[in-house]
Protein backbone atom coordinates (compact mmCIF):
# COMPACT_ATOMS: atom_id res chain seq x y z
CA UNK A 1 0.00 0.00 0.00
CA UNK A 2 1.61 3.64 -1.33
CA UNK A 3 2.36 5.60 1.80
CA UNK A 4 2.00 9.45 0.73
CA UNK A 5 4.51 11.36 1.75
CA UNK A 6 4.82 15.31 0.84
CA UNK A 7 8.54 17.23 1.84
CA UNK A 8 9.20 21.30 1.77
CA UNK A 9 12.58 22.42 0.71
CA UNK A 10 13.20 23.47 4.37
CA UNK A 11 13.69 19.85 5.36
CA UNK A 12 10.18 19.29 7.08
CA UNK A 13 8.36 15.75 5.43
CA UNK A 14 5.35 13.94 6.51
CA UNK A 15 5.31 10.65 5.64
CA UNK A 16 1.98 8.66 6.23
CA UNK A 17 1.88 5.32 7.73
CA UNK A 18 -0.07 2.26 6.53
CA UNK A 19 -1.80 0.42 9.41
CA UNK A 20 -1.85 -2.49 7.70
CA UNK A 21 -5.56 -3.26 7.29
CA UNK A 22 -6.10 -0.67 4.61
CA UNK A 23 -6.12 2.59 6.73
CA UNK A 24 -3.65 5.38 7.05
CA UNK A 25 -2.25 7.14 10.24
CA UNK A 26 -0.43 10.53 10.06
CA UNK A 27 2.98 8.46 10.52
CA UNK A 28 6.12 10.35 10.68
CA UNK A 29 7.65 14.15 10.82
CA UNK A 30 10.85 14.30 9.72
CA UNK A 31 13.30 17.75 10.50
CA UNK A 32 16.12 16.90 8.30
CA UNK A 33 16.28 13.78 8.61
CA UNK A 34 15.59 13.53 11.99
CA UNK A 35 12.10 11.84 13.63
CA UNK A 36 10.25 14.26 15.87
CA UNK A 37 8.56 10.92 17.36
CA UNK A 38 7.57 7.53 16.76
CA UNK A 39 4.90 7.16 13.90
CA UNK A 40 1.56 7.67 14.87
CA UNK A 41 -1.22 4.90 13.22
CA UNK A 42 -4.02 7.39 13.66
CA UNK A 43 -5.83 9.83 11.96
CA UNK A 44 -7.58 11.34 14.95
CA UNK A 45 -8.50 9.71 18.34
CA UNK A 46 -11.51 9.62 20.38
CA UNK A 47 -11.50 9.83 24.58
CA UNK A 48 -14.50 9.17 26.68
CA UNK A 49 -14.15 12.37 29.28
CA UNK A 50 -15.66 10.03 32.05
CA UNK A 51 -13.61 6.86 31.63
CA UNK A 52 -10.53 8.32 30.00
CA UNK A 53 -10.93 5.32 27.23
CA UNK A 54 -8.85 6.40 23.81
CA UNK A 55 -10.05 5.28 20.03
CA UNK A 56 -7.65 5.58 17.74
CA UNK A 57 -9.23 6.34 14.80
CA UNK A 58 -7.10 5.59 11.23
CA UNK A 59 -8.05 6.92 7.85
CA UNK A 60 -9.95 4.84 5.27
CA UNK A 61 -8.28 6.95 2.52
CA UNK A 62 -5.51 9.33 1.58
CA UNK A 63 -5.29 11.33 -1.28
CA UNK A 64 -1.62 13.13 -2.08
CA UNK A 65 -3.39 16.52 -3.66
CA UNK A 66 -0.09 17.95 -4.70
CA UNK A 67 3.57 18.06 -3.76
CA UNK A 68 2.75 19.65 -0.15
CA UNK A 69 -0.85 18.26 0.28
CA UNK A 70 -2.82 15.49 1.66
CA UNK A 71 -5.90 14.79 1.73
CA UNK A 72 -7.39 11.68 4.85
CA UNK A 73 -11.29 10.36 5.35
CA UNK A 74 -12.36 8.04 7.69
CA UNK A 75 -15.53 7.59 10.11
CA UNK A 76 -16.29 5.63 13.46
CA UNK A 77 -19.03 4.84 15.51
CA UNK A 78 -19.79 6.50 18.93
CA UNK A 79 -22.43 5.99 21.05
CA UNK A 80 -24.95 4.77 18.25
CA UNK A 81 -23.82 7.93 16.21
CA UNK A 82 -21.19 8.30 13.72
CA UNK A 83 -18.50 11.06 13.07
CA UNK A 84 -16.84 11.31 9.93
CA UNK A 85 -13.78 13.70 9.23
CA UNK A 86 -11.61 14.72 6.67
CA UNK A 87 -8.15 15.83 7.58
CA UNK A 88 -5.57 18.05 5.17
CA UNK A 89 -2.41 17.41 6.02
CA UNK A 90 -0.01 20.25 4.33
CA UNK A 91 3.95 21.58 4.74
CA UNK A 92 5.12 24.77 3.38
CA UNK A 93 7.64 24.71 1.25
CA UNK A 94 9.65 27.87 2.46
CA UNK A 95 9.05 27.67 6.16
CA UNK A 96 9.35 24.36 8.37
CA UNK A 97 6.10 24.56 8.78
CA UNK A 98 3.39 22.02 8.81
CA UNK A 99 -0.99 22.25 9.31
CA UNK A 100 -3.40 19.86 10.19
CA UNK A 101 -6.85 21.09 9.53
CA UNK A 102 -9.53 18.74 10.39
CA UNK A 103 -13.58 19.14 9.44
CA UNK A 104 -15.43 16.60 10.98
CA UNK A 105 -19.32 15.57 11.55
CA UNK A 106 -21.21 14.11 13.94
CA UNK A 107 -25.65 13.32 12.84
CA UNK A 108 -25.70 13.17 16.97
CA UNK A 109 -24.85 15.53 19.65
CA UNK A 110 -22.61 14.05 21.50
CA UNK A 111 -21.84 13.49 25.08
CA UNK A 112 -18.80 12.95 27.16
CA UNK A 113 -16.66 12.38 24.00
CA UNK A 114 -13.49 14.61 22.73
CA UNK A 115 -11.99 14.75 19.65
CA UNK A 116 -8.40 14.13 20.08
CA UNK A 117 -5.74 16.01 17.76
CA UNK A 118 -2.13 15.25 17.62
CA UNK A 119 0.75 15.06 15.32
CA UNK A 120 2.15 11.56 17.68
CA UNK A 121 1.07 8.72 19.94
CA UNK A 122 3.91 7.85 21.43
CA UNK A 123 7.54 9.14 22.87
CA UNK A 124 11.01 8.09 22.05
CA UNK A 125 12.62 10.84 23.92
CA UNK A 126 11.84 13.39 26.96
CA UNK A 127 10.01 16.53 26.19
CA UNK A 128 8.81 20.14 28.22
CA UNK A 129 5.64 22.35 27.41
CA UNK A 130 6.00 26.10 27.35
CA UNK A 131 1.97 27.22 27.77
CA UNK A 132 2.15 30.90 29.24
CA UNK A 133 0.35 31.56 31.86
CA UNK A 134 -0.30 27.96 32.94
CA UNK A 135 3.32 25.92 32.23
CA UNK A 136 6.63 26.86 31.66
CA UNK A 137 9.31 23.77 31.24
CA UNK A 138 6.88 21.35 32.35
CA UNK A 139 6.36 17.55 32.09
CA UNK A 140 2.53 18.07 32.20
CA UNK A 141 0.07 20.10 31.51
CA UNK A 142 -3.61 20.09 31.68
CA UNK A 143 -6.06 23.25 30.66
CA UNK A 144 -9.74 21.99 30.30
CA UNK A 145 -11.16 24.76 28.86
CA UNK A 146 -7.95 26.89 27.08
CA UNK A 147 -8.56 30.13 27.61
CA UNK A 148 -5.90 33.58 28.96
CA UNK A 149 -3.12 32.37 26.48
CA UNK A 150 -2.02 34.71 24.15
CA UNK A 151 -0.89 32.96 20.64
CA UNK A 152 -2.97 29.99 20.76
CA UNK A 153 -0.02 27.75 20.81
CA UNK A 154 2.32 25.43 23.21
CA UNK A 155 5.87 26.06 22.83
CA UNK A 156 7.50 21.79 23.20
CA UNK A 157 10.96 21.04 23.74
CA UNK A 158 13.24 18.78 24.08
CA UNK A 159 15.60 19.44 27.46
CA UNK A 160 18.32 20.50 25.68
CA UNK A 161 16.49 22.95 23.38
CA UNK A 162 17.88 20.86 20.78
CA UNK A 163 14.27 20.22 19.18
CA UNK A 164 11.75 22.44 19.44
CA UNK A 165 8.44 22.64 18.31
CA UNK A 166 5.43 25.33 18.39
CA UNK A 167 1.61 23.33 18.11
CA UNK A 168 -1.05 25.71 18.16
CA UNK A 169 -4.24 26.39 16.67
CA UNK A 170 -3.93 28.98 13.45
CA UNK A 171 -4.78 32.39 14.77
CA UNK A 172 -6.84 33.01 11.87
CA UNK A 173 -9.60 30.78 13.07
CA UNK A 174 -12.33 31.84 16.01
CA UNK A 175 -10.37 30.33 18.38
CA UNK A 176 -11.22 29.18 22.10
CA UNK A 177 -14.70 31.57 21.89
CA UNK A 178 -16.74 30.94 24.88
CA UNK A 179 -19.39 31.82 23.17
CA UNK A 180 -19.31 29.06 20.63
CA UNK A 181 -18.86 25.30 21.02
CA UNK A 182 -14.79 26.46 20.27
CA UNK A 183 -14.54 27.68 23.89
CA UNK A 184 -14.72 23.90 24.54
CA UNK A 185 -10.89 23.46 23.29
CA UNK A 186 -8.80 22.07 25.51
CA UNK A 187 -4.79 21.09 25.88
CA UNK A 188 -3.08 18.48 27.63
CA UNK A 189 0.02 16.57 27.89
CA UNK A 190 2.20 14.36 29.86
CA UNK A 191 5.42 13.54 28.80
CA UNK A 192 5.81 9.76 28.18
CA UNK A 193 2.04 9.04 28.51
CA UNK A 194 -0.53 12.12 26.57
CA UNK A 195 1.32 13.06 23.25
CA UNK A 196 0.33 16.83 23.29
CA UNK A 197 -2.71 17.27 21.92
CA UNK A 198 -6.04 19.29 21.82
CA UNK A 199 -9.26 18.04 22.72
CA UNK A 200 -12.47 19.84 21.54
CA UNK A 201 -16.16 19.32 23.19
CA UNK A 202 -15.44 17.42 26.43
CA UNK A 203 -18.79 19.05 27.87
CA UNK A 204 -20.89 18.10 24.88
CA UNK A 205 -20.35 18.71 21.15
CA UNK A 206 -23.64 19.42 19.20
CA UNK A 207 -24.73 17.85 16.11
CA UNK A 208 -23.52 18.93 12.45
CA UNK A 209 -20.18 20.31 11.27
CA UNK A 210 -16.80 21.52 13.10
CA UNK A 211 -13.82 22.43 12.15
CA UNK A 212 -10.27 23.28 13.78
CA UNK A 213 -7.01 24.35 12.19
CA UNK A 214 -3.54 23.36 13.58
CA UNK A 215 -0.03 24.77 13.13
CA UNK A 216 3.32 23.24 14.01
CA UNK A 217 6.77 24.94 13.24
CA UNK A 218 9.62 23.16 14.48
CA UNK A 219 13.07 24.24 14.37
CA UNK A 220 16.46 22.60 15.86
CA UNK A 221 18.88 24.80 17.07
CA UNK A 222 22.11 25.07 19.82
CA UNK A 223 20.32 27.27 22.64
CA UNK A 224 16.74 28.22 24.01
CA UNK A 225 17.46 31.70 22.63
CA UNK A 226 18.03 30.77 18.89
CA UNK A 227 15.02 28.57 18.93
CA UNK A 228 12.52 30.73 20.17
CA UNK A 229 13.94 33.44 18.53
CA UNK A 230 12.76 31.16 14.87
CA UNK A 231 10.18 29.56 16.22
CA UNK A 232 8.35 33.42 16.62
CA UNK A 233 10.13 34.06 13.07
CA UNK A 234 8.86 31.48 11.35
CA UNK A 235 5.60 31.72 13.27
CA UNK A 236 4.73 35.66 12.29
CA UNK A 237 5.80 34.92 8.61
CA UNK A 238 3.82 31.60 8.41
CA UNK A 239 0.11 33.78 9.19
CA UNK A 240 1.44 37.27 7.93
CA UNK A 241 1.59 38.91 11.30
CA UNK A 242 0.53 42.55 11.39
CA UNK A 243 0.05 45.14 14.25
CA UNK A 244 -3.50 46.39 14.19
CA UNK A 245 -3.87 50.15 14.00
CA UNK A 246 -5.34 51.97 17.16
CA UNK A 247 -5.31 55.50 17.90
CA UNK A 248 -6.21 56.18 20.90
CA UNK A 249 -4.43 59.93 21.63
CA UNK A 250 -1.28 61.58 21.45
CA UNK A 251 1.39 61.01 23.92
CA UNK A 252 1.46 64.62 24.88
CA UNK A 253 -2.62 64.56 25.41
CA UNK A 254 -2.48 61.50 27.31
CA UNK A 255 1.09 63.36 29.85
CA UNK A 256 -1.18 65.98 30.07
CA UNK A 257 -4.27 63.98 31.47
CA UNK A 258 -2.17 61.87 33.80
CA UNK A 259 0.03 65.47 35.18
CA UNK A 260 -3.15 67.53 35.53
CA UNK A 261 -5.03 64.28 37.60
CA UNK A 262 -1.52 63.59 39.76
CA UNK A 263 -2.16 67.20 40.46
CA UNK A 264 -5.32 67.24 41.91
CA UNK A 265 -5.93 63.67 43.25
CA UNK A 266 -7.08 62.68 46.77
CA UNK A 267 -4.72 59.86 46.01
CA UNK A 268 -2.13 62.27 47.26
CA UNK A 269 -1.57 61.95 50.82
CA UNK A 270 1.49 64.91 52.14
CA UNK A 271 4.80 63.73 53.23
CA UNK A 272 3.90 60.20 51.75
CA UNK A 273 3.41 59.73 48.62
CA UNK A 274 0.26 58.36 46.25
CA UNK A 275 -2.57 55.76 47.40
CA UNK A 276 -1.71 52.77 45.57
CA UNK A 277 -5.49 52.30 43.76
CA UNK A 278 -9.07 52.74 43.48
CA UNK A 279 -11.35 50.09 43.88
CA UNK A 280 -9.93 47.26 46.11
CA UNK A 281 -10.62 47.69 50.06
CA UNK A 282 -7.38 46.06 50.17
CA UNK A 283 -5.14 48.98 48.88
CA UNK A 284 -5.74 51.40 50.95
CA UNK A 285 -1.46 51.76 51.05
CA UNK A 286 1.18 53.96 49.10
CA UNK A 287 3.36 51.83 47.39
CA UNK A 288 6.88 52.87 48.79
CA UNK A 289 8.64 50.24 46.73
CA UNK A 290 7.20 52.77 43.67
CA UNK A 291 8.24 56.08 45.44
CA UNK A 292 11.38 56.62 44.05
CA UNK A 293 10.55 55.86 40.35
CA UNK A 294 7.83 58.15 41.23
CA UNK A 295 9.62 61.31 42.26
CA UNK A 296 12.01 60.64 39.44
CA UNK A 297 9.56 61.32 37.18
CA UNK A 298 8.06 64.16 39.11
CA UNK A 299 11.95 65.72 39.74
CA UNK A 300 12.05 65.58 35.84
CA UNK A 301 8.53 67.11 34.96
CA UNK A 302 10.19 70.05 37.71
CA UNK A 303 13.07 70.11 35.94
CA UNK A 304 10.88 70.74 32.36
CA UNK A 305 8.50 72.66 33.61
CA UNK A 306 9.60 75.10 36.58
CA UNK A 307 6.38 74.26 38.46
CA UNK A 308 7.41 73.28 42.28
CA UNK A 309 4.94 71.50 43.06
CA UNK A 310 6.67 68.55 41.23
CA UNK A 311 9.77 69.56 43.43
CA UNK A 312 8.19 69.38 46.85
CA UNK A 313 6.47 65.95 45.94
CA UNK A 314 10.09 64.52 44.96
CA UNK A 315 11.39 65.34 48.31
CA UNK A 316 8.59 64.46 50.42
CA UNK A 317 8.25 60.86 48.43
CA UNK A 318 12.04 60.01 48.95
CA UNK A 319 12.15 61.25 52.37
CA UNK A 320 9.21 59.08 53.17
CA UNK A 321 11.22 55.88 52.36
CA UNK A 322 14.29 56.86 54.63
CA UNK A 323 11.17 56.64 57.31
CA UNK A 324 10.82 53.07 56.28
CA UNK A 325 14.80 51.98 56.12
CA UNK A 326 16.28 49.68 58.72
CA UNK A 327 19.00 52.16 60.08
CA UNK A 328 20.63 49.77 63.06
CA UNK A 329 23.78 48.28 62.19
CA UNK A 330 23.79 45.44 64.08
CA UNK A 331 19.78 44.14 63.16
CA UNK A 332 20.55 41.12 60.44
CA UNK A 333 18.49 43.71 57.88
CA UNK A 334 20.28 46.55 58.27
CA UNK A 335 19.69 49.01 54.78
CA UNK A 336 16.16 46.84 53.78
CA UNK A 337 13.66 49.18 53.09
CA UNK A 338 9.82 48.50 53.73
CA UNK A 339 7.77 48.52 50.44
CA UNK A 340 4.06 49.99 52.05
CA UNK A 341 2.70 52.32 54.09
CA UNK A 342 -0.47 51.26 55.39
CA UNK A 343 -3.19 53.88 55.74
CA UNK A 344 -4.71 52.63 58.34
CA UNK A 345 -2.54 51.85 60.65
CA UNK A 346 -0.17 54.80 59.90
CA UNK A 347 2.81 52.78 59.68
CA UNK A 348 5.51 51.20 57.65
CA UNK A 349 5.79 47.54 56.33
CA UNK A 350 6.29 44.80 54.16
CA UNK A 351 2.99 43.16 54.05
CA UNK A 352 2.10 43.70 50.61
CA UNK A 353 -1.76 43.51 50.80
CA UNK A 354 -1.63 40.89 53.53
CA UNK A 355 0.03 38.55 51.45
CA UNK A 356 3.78 37.26 51.04
CA UNK A 357 5.00 39.39 53.70
CA UNK A 358 8.57 40.07 53.95
CA UNK A 359 11.06 42.23 52.94
CA UNK A 360 11.67 42.08 48.80
CA UNK A 361 15.55 42.10 47.96
CA UNK A 362 13.98 42.82 43.45
CA UNK A 363 11.76 45.43 44.82
CA UNK A 364 14.63 47.27 47.29
CA UNK A 365 16.92 47.28 44.20
CA UNK A 366 14.54 49.05 42.76
CA UNK A 367 14.04 51.93 45.23
CA UNK A 368 18.25 52.01 45.36
CA UNK A 369 18.29 52.74 41.80
CA UNK A 370 15.75 55.61 41.80
CA UNK A 371 16.79 57.25 44.84
CA UNK A 372 20.25 57.79 43.32
CA UNK A 373 18.47 58.79 39.86
CA UNK A 374 16.47 61.13 41.43
CA UNK A 375 19.90 62.07 43.21
CA UNK A 376 21.55 62.18 40.54
CA UNK A 377 19.71 64.62 38.81
CA UNK A 378 19.14 67.08 41.72
CA UNK A 379 22.77 67.46 42.12
CA UNK A 380 23.39 67.98 38.67
CA UNK A 381 20.40 70.44 37.90
CA UNK A 382 20.50 72.30 41.10
CA UNK A 383 24.06 71.72 42.98
CA UNK A 384 22.28 69.99 45.96
CA UNK A 385 23.71 67.07 47.25
CA UNK A 386 21.13 65.14 49.54
CA UNK A 387 23.75 62.36 50.89
CA UNK A 388 21.58 61.03 52.99
CA UNK A 389 19.77 60.05 49.94
CA UNK A 390 23.00 58.40 48.33
CA UNK A 391 23.84 56.66 51.57
CA UNK A 392 20.47 55.03 52.29
CA UNK A 393 20.66 53.77 48.36
CA UNK A 394 23.86 52.02 48.61
CA UNK A 395 22.73 50.92 52.74
CA UNK A 396 19.77 49.05 50.42
CA UNK A 397 21.80 47.91 47.75
CA UNK A 398 24.55 45.94 50.22
CA UNK A 399 21.58 44.67 51.91
CA UNK A 400 20.28 42.97 48.38
CA UNK A 401 23.47 42.10 48.09
CA UNK A 402 23.65 40.08 51.25
CA UNK A 403 20.34 38.25 50.63
CA UNK A 404 21.94 36.13 47.08
CA UNK A 405 20.78 32.53 47.50
CA UNK A 406 23.04 29.84 46.27
CA UNK A 407 21.49 29.24 43.26
CA UNK A 408 23.43 33.54 42.08
CA UNK A 409 20.07 34.37 42.00
CA UNK A 410 17.84 36.79 44.49
CA UNK A 411 14.79 35.71 46.39
CA UNK A 412 11.64 37.35 45.86
CA UNK A 413 10.93 37.59 49.42
CA UNK A 414 12.56 37.30 53.00
CA UNK A 415 11.52 36.83 55.90
CA UNK A 416 11.42 39.77 58.27
CA UNK A 417 11.58 37.55 62.02
CA UNK A 418 13.84 34.95 60.21
CA UNK A 419 15.79 36.13 57.39
CA UNK A 420 14.39 33.02 55.32
CA UNK A 421 15.25 33.53 51.64
CA UNK A 422 12.34 32.58 49.31
CA UNK A 423 13.66 30.45 46.20
CA UNK A 424 15.17 32.50 43.37
CA UNK A 425 13.17 34.35 40.88
CA UNK A 426 13.51 36.23 38.03
CA UNK A 427 14.64 39.64 39.56
CA UNK A 428 13.40 41.78 36.63
CA UNK A 429 14.05 44.92 38.70
CA UNK A 430 17.36 44.11 40.23
CA UNK A 431 19.22 43.08 36.63
CA UNK A 432 18.97 46.78 35.05
CA UNK A 433 18.75 48.05 38.79
CA UNK A 434 22.24 46.81 39.72
CA UNK A 435 24.17 48.11 36.09
CA UNK A 436 22.32 51.97 37.37
CA UNK A 437 23.78 51.50 40.85
CA UNK A 438 27.04 50.68 39.23
CA UNK A 439 27.46 53.50 37.28
CA UNK A 440 26.61 56.15 39.42
CA UNK A 441 28.70 54.77 42.47
CA UNK A 442 31.48 53.50 40.64
CA UNK A 443 31.55 50.73 43.39
CA UNK A 444 32.70 47.62 41.44
CA UNK A 445 30.70 45.11 44.10
CA UNK A 446 27.83 46.31 42.23
CA UNK A 447 29.88 44.95 39.25
CA UNK A 448 30.41 41.87 39.87
CA UNK A 449 26.82 41.33 41.21
CA UNK A 450 25.39 42.30 37.75
CA UNK A 451 27.60 39.50 36.33
CA UNK A 452 26.27 36.93 38.91
CA UNK A 453 22.52 37.95 38.30
CA UNK A 454 23.30 37.59 34.55
CA UNK A 455 24.85 34.17 35.33
CA UNK A 456 21.34 32.99 36.88
CA UNK A 457 19.74 34.95 34.19
CA UNK A 458 21.15 32.49 31.69
CA UNK A 459 21.75 29.35 33.08
CA UNK A 460 18.74 29.24 35.21
CA UNK A 461 15.93 31.54 33.94
CA UNK A 462 16.48 31.99 30.15
CA UNK A 463 17.51 27.81 30.04
CA UNK A 464 14.01 27.19 30.85
CA UNK A 465 12.30 30.73 29.53
CA UNK A 466 10.82 30.65 32.89
CA UNK A 467 9.99 34.22 33.91
CA UNK A 468 8.51 34.56 37.15
CA UNK A 469 8.05 36.70 40.45
CA UNK A 470 7.42 40.03 39.44
CA UNK A 471 4.28 40.74 41.51
CA UNK A 472 5.55 40.57 45.41
CA UNK A 473 2.39 40.04 46.87
CA UNK A 474 2.02 36.38 44.82
CA UNK A 475 4.69 33.41 45.26
CA UNK A 476 8.00 33.62 43.80
CA UNK A 477 7.10 31.23 41.23
CA UNK A 478 4.17 33.17 39.70
CA UNK A 479 4.32 33.03 35.92
CA UNK A 480 3.85 36.42 34.83
CA UNK A 481 4.39 38.44 31.38
CA UNK A 482 5.89 41.49 33.64
CA UNK A 483 8.99 39.71 34.36
CA UNK A 484 10.55 39.16 31.23
CA UNK A 485 10.91 43.13 29.98
CA UNK A 486 13.20 43.33 33.17
CA UNK A 487 15.76 40.80 31.38
CA UNK A 488 15.32 42.08 27.97
CA UNK A 489 16.33 45.83 29.56
CA UNK A 490 19.30 44.36 31.17
CA UNK A 491 19.90 42.83 27.88
CA UNK A 492 19.81 46.05 25.81
CA UNK A 493 21.99 47.77 28.24
CA UNK A 494 24.76 46.19 28.20
CA UNK A 495 24.56 45.53 24.76
CA UNK A 496 24.89 49.39 24.17
CA UNK A 497 27.93 49.37 27.00
CA UNK A 498 29.90 46.45 25.05
CA UNK A 499 28.75 46.11 21.41
CA UNK A 500 28.38 41.99 21.78
CA UNK A 501 25.78 40.90 19.40
CA UNK A 502 25.04 37.93 21.95
CA UNK A 503 23.37 40.17 24.45
CA UNK A 504 21.16 42.08 21.38
CA UNK A 505 20.59 37.95 20.32
CA UNK A 506 19.23 37.59 23.80
CA UNK A 507 17.16 40.59 24.17
CA UNK A 508 15.21 39.68 20.73
CA UNK A 509 14.73 36.24 21.88
CA UNK A 510 12.89 37.29 25.26
CA UNK A 511 11.41 39.74 23.53
CA UNK A 512 10.12 36.88 21.08
CA UNK A 513 8.96 34.72 23.52
CA UNK A 514 7.12 37.67 25.17
CA UNK A 515 5.18 38.31 21.76
CA UNK A 516 4.09 34.41 22.10
CA UNK A 517 2.10 35.41 25.11
CA UNK A 518 0.88 38.17 23.74
CA UNK A 519 -2.70 37.70 22.26
CA UNK A 520 -2.00 38.34 18.18
CA UNK A 521 -5.51 39.98 16.77
CA UNK A 522 -8.36 41.03 17.88
CA UNK A 523 -11.08 38.83 19.46
CA UNK A 524 -14.21 38.77 17.62
CA UNK A 525 -16.44 38.22 20.71
CA UNK A 526 -14.59 41.63 22.79
CA UNK A 527 -15.19 44.84 21.79
CA UNK A 528 -11.97 46.87 23.85
CA UNK A 529 -8.92 45.73 21.99
CA UNK A 530 -7.36 42.65 22.88
CA UNK A 531 -4.17 42.43 20.24
CA UNK A 532 -0.79 42.96 22.10
CA UNK A 533 -2.81 41.93 25.82
CA UNK A 534 -1.52 39.52 27.89
CA UNK A 535 -2.92 37.12 30.91
CA UNK A 536 -1.41 39.08 33.86
CA UNK A 537 -0.61 36.16 35.95
CA UNK A 538 -2.09 32.92 36.90
CA UNK A 539 -3.59 33.69 39.85
CA UNK A 540 -5.56 36.86 38.66
CA UNK A 541 -6.33 35.66 35.17
CA UNK A 542 -7.62 38.69 33.17
CA UNK A 543 -6.06 40.76 29.85
CA UNK A 544 -4.07 43.47 30.35
CA UNK A 545 -1.44 45.60 28.26
CA UNK A 546 0.29 47.79 31.27
CA UNK A 547 4.01 48.65 32.22
CA UNK A 548 4.32 47.28 35.58
CA UNK A 549 7.71 48.76 37.02
CA UNK A 550 9.21 47.85 33.68
CA UNK A 551 10.26 49.26 30.65
CA UNK A 552 8.19 47.44 27.96
CA UNK A 553 7.81 50.41 25.40
CA UNK A 554 11.21 52.22 25.79
CA UNK A 555 12.59 48.27 25.20
CA UNK A 556 10.26 47.83 22.06
CA UNK A 557 11.38 50.60 20.46
CA UNK A 558 15.38 50.48 21.73
CA UNK A 559 14.86 46.66 19.45
CA UNK A 560 13.24 48.19 16.57
CA UNK A 561 16.63 50.63 16.73
CA UNK A 562 18.95 48.16 17.40
CA UNK A 563 17.75 45.18 14.96
CA UNK A 564 16.56 47.98 12.48
CA UNK A 565 13.01 45.79 12.55
CA UNK A 566 10.34 48.37 11.91
CA UNK A 567 7.93 45.65 13.78
CA UNK A 568 9.19 46.25 17.18
CA UNK A 569 8.37 49.99 16.74
CA UNK A 570 5.04 48.80 15.83
CA UNK A 571 4.10 47.06 19.02
CA UNK A 572 6.13 49.70 21.16
CA UNK A 573 3.05 51.90 19.82
CA UNK A 574 0.22 49.77 20.13
CA UNK A 575 1.24 48.76 23.34
CA UNK A 576 1.24 52.48 24.54
CA UNK A 577 -2.10 53.01 22.73
CA UNK A 578 -3.50 49.91 24.57
CA UNK A 579 -2.35 51.58 27.77
CA UNK A 580 -3.86 54.96 26.60
CA UNK A 581 -7.52 53.02 26.08
CA UNK A 582 -7.78 51.83 30.31
CA UNK A 583 -6.55 55.69 31.05
CA UNK A 584 -9.13 58.02 33.02
CA UNK A 585 -10.04 61.11 31.77
CA UNK A 586 -12.09 62.63 34.61
CA UNK A 587 -12.90 62.45 37.99
CA UNK A 588 -10.46 62.22 40.83
CA UNK A 589 -8.91 59.71 39.22
CA UNK A 590 -8.04 61.09 36.25
CA UNK A 591 -4.85 59.75 34.96
CA UNK A 592 -4.97 56.67 36.27
CA UNK A 593 -5.12 53.11 33.95
CA UNK A 594 -7.44 50.32 34.77
CA UNK A 595 -5.84 47.43 35.53
CA UNK A 596 -6.96 45.42 32.35
CA UNK A 597 -8.22 46.12 28.92
CA UNK A 598 -10.79 42.86 28.79
CA UNK A 599 -11.80 39.94 30.91
CA UNK A 600 -12.22 37.61 27.53
CA UNK A 601 -13.23 34.25 29.65
CA UNK A 602 -15.08 35.87 32.18
CA UNK A 603 -11.60 35.33 35.09
CA UNK A 604 -12.96 38.24 36.77
CA UNK A 605 -17.10 38.91 36.32
CA UNK A 606 -17.33 38.04 39.64
CA UNK A 607 -16.21 41.35 40.29
CA UNK A 608 -19.40 42.81 39.27
CA UNK A 609 -20.72 40.89 36.38
CA UNK A 610 -19.33 44.08 33.50
CA UNK A 611 -18.62 41.07 31.03
CA UNK A 612 -16.01 40.14 28.43
CA UNK A 613 -15.13 44.44 28.43
CA UNK A 614 -14.48 44.89 32.16
CA UNK A 615 -11.56 47.02 32.98
CA UNK A 616 -11.50 46.90 37.15
CA UNK A 617 -10.17 48.78 39.69
CA UNK A 618 -7.99 52.15 38.75
CA UNK A 619 -4.06 53.24 39.69
CA UNK A 620 -3.02 56.84 39.44
CA UNK A 621 0.73 54.98 40.18
CA UNK A 622 2.17 51.81 39.03
CA UNK A 623 1.08 50.77 35.56
CA UNK A 624 0.13 54.87 34.69
CA UNK A 625 3.28 55.98 35.85
CA UNK A 626 5.55 53.78 34.57
CA UNK A 627 4.30 54.22 31.13
CA UNK A 628 4.37 58.20 31.43
CA UNK A 629 8.10 58.09 32.34
CA UNK A 630 8.86 56.19 29.31
CA UNK A 631 7.11 58.93 27.41
CA UNK A 632 9.17 61.68 29.25
CA UNK A 633 12.49 60.14 28.68
CA UNK A 634 12.12 58.76 25.26
CA UNK A 635 10.80 62.16 24.06
CA UNK A 636 7.83 61.15 22.93
CA UNK A 637 5.82 63.61 25.27
CA UNK A 638 6.73 66.81 26.81
CA UNK A 639 5.41 68.27 29.92
CA UNK A 640 3.65 71.59 29.18
CA UNK A 641 5.41 74.61 31.41
Not at 582 to 608: C, F, K, N, S, Y
Request: glycine letters at 8%.
Amino acid sequence: METPTIESGSGLRWELAGTGSGGYGLGRLTFRGRDLAPPASRAVALRNVATGERTLVAASSAERLDGFTIRLRGAAAVEGGRLSFEATVSVRDDIPAAGLEVTWRTDADLTGWELCLAYQEAFDRRWRCNLYPFAEDEAFVSEAPLTYVGVPAALMHTPDWSTAVLFGIDPSFDYLDPTSWTGDVAFHFADGVTPPEFRIGGRGMRAGEHRLALQLLVTAEDSSTAAVTRLVRDWSALNGYRVEPLQVRTPDEALAIFLEGRRKTSAWQPGIGYQLEEGDPDSDVVYIGENPLSAYFEYLVFERTGDHLWRDRSLEQLDAVLRGQERDPDHRHFGAIHTSFDLRKRAFDSDDRGANVGYKPDLVAHIARYLLLTWERMRNHEGLDRRDWYDAALRAADWVLRQQNPDGGLPQCVDIETGRRSVSHTAGRALPAVLAIARITGEPRYVAFAGELERHLREVVEARMRFTGHHPDLPPDELEEASVWGAIEYWLDTYQRTGEAARLERAVADASLALLWWCPKQLPWVKNPTQCASAEQQHFLQYSVYCYQNRKIECLERLARHTGDALWHELAERVLQGILWTQVTEGDQMGATHERIADPWLARDEDGGAGFDSLGTMYIGEQSLDAMLQLVEMGWATPAA
